[in-house]
C-alpha cells in the first residue's frame, strides 16, 4: 500500500463548482499534514497546513480525520486560477522527511 | 517568486558525462533537500541536509553525489546516469526539520540520453 495516496484525476470541473479531493496516508504515526499545489512545469508550493480542528482560508478547507487516516481539500466557487495538481504530504513526528502523494489534477473549465 | 533558485534549468548529458546541478537559497534556511520527479510518481526524496549536515539518504544510487558547503548552497554532482535518471529534480530549503514549509526551486529537467 502506497504511503500516501491520492485519486490522480483529473477532475475537470466547471467554473463556480465545488470540488473535493481526499487522500489516505497509511502511518498511523502521521503527525503533520499538508497541501501542496504544483501548477504545470511550475515547482510545489506550499497551499494550506491541515490542522486536527480542520481549518479554512478563503475559499479553501482542509479537514484531517485521524480515526480512518485521510485528509481532504475542499474548494468552492472554484476559479480557472485553480487549476494545478494538488499534492497531499504527510510528515512523521520528528523526521525530516514530507512524503508526498502523486497529485490529484484539476482543471477549472470555462 | 521564491528564495531558491536551481542551475541549469534544463540539462541533457550522455551516460558517461560528469554534470552537477546547484540550488541557492536566499532564505536564510537552515535545511535543505534535493528531489526526483518522474512523470506519474510522486515526489521522490534523495537527500536532506540541515546545518550542512546530511541526516538523511533515500538509498540513492551513488551516482548522484550530494555536496552542501555551507547552509545556502547544495549541489548534486552527476556521473554515469542511465535513463531513467531523466526526470525533474526540484531542490528545496525549510527554516528547520520536516514539519516546516518547505520552498522548492523552479526545478532541473535532466535528459539522460
Known amino acids: 500500500r502506497k504511503e500516501v495516496e491520492q485519486d490522480p484525476g483529473p477532475f475537470n470541473v466547471p467554473e463556480g463548482a465545488t470540488v473535493a479531493f481526499n487522500c489516505t496516508y497509511s502511518n498511523s504515526a502521521s503527525q503533520s499534514f499538508f497541501w501542496y499545489r504544483q501548477d504545470c512545469r511550475k515547482e510545489p508550493k506550499l497551499l494550506m497546513s491541515?490542522?486536527?480542528s480542520g481549518n479554512e482560508d478563503g475559499r479553501f478547507t482542509a479537514q484531517l480525520n485521524r480515526a480512518s487516516q485521510y485528509i481532504s481539500l475542499l474548494i468552492r466557487d472554484s476559479k480557472l486560477s485553480d487549476s494545478a495538481t494538488y499534492l497531499c504530504?504527510?510528515?512523521?513526528?520528528?523526521?525530516?522527511?514530507?512524503?508526498f502523494g502523486t497529485g490529484t489534477r484539476l482543471t477549472i473549465i470555462p | 517568486e521564491t528564495g531558491v533558485t536551481q542551475t541549469p534549468r534544463h540539462l541533457v548529458m550522455g551516460m558517461t558525462n560528469k554534470k552537477s546541478l546547484k540550488c541557492e537559497q536566499h532564505l536564510g534556511h537552515n535545511a535543505m533537500y534535493w528531489y526526483k520527479q518522474s512523470a506519474k510518481k510522486p515526489l521522490e526524496l534523495m537527500f536532506v541536509y540541515s546545518l550542512e549536515e546530511r541526516v538523511e539518504n533515500n538509498s540513492v544510487p551513488s551516482r548522484f553525489s550530494p555536496e552542501c558547503p555551507n547552509s545556502s548552497h547544495l549541489f548534486l554532482h552527476l556521473h554515469t546516469l542511465q535513463p531513467e535518471d531523466s526526470a525533474l529534480y526540484l531542490c528545496a530549503s525549510s527554516q528547520g526539520g520536516g514539519v516546516d514549509t518547505q520552498y522548492f526551486g523552479p526545478g532541473t529537467r535532466l535528459t539522460v540520453l
Open positions: 491541515v490542522y486536527s
Open positions: 504530504v504527510v510528515n512523521y513526528f520528528g523526521n525530516e522527511k514530507l512524503t
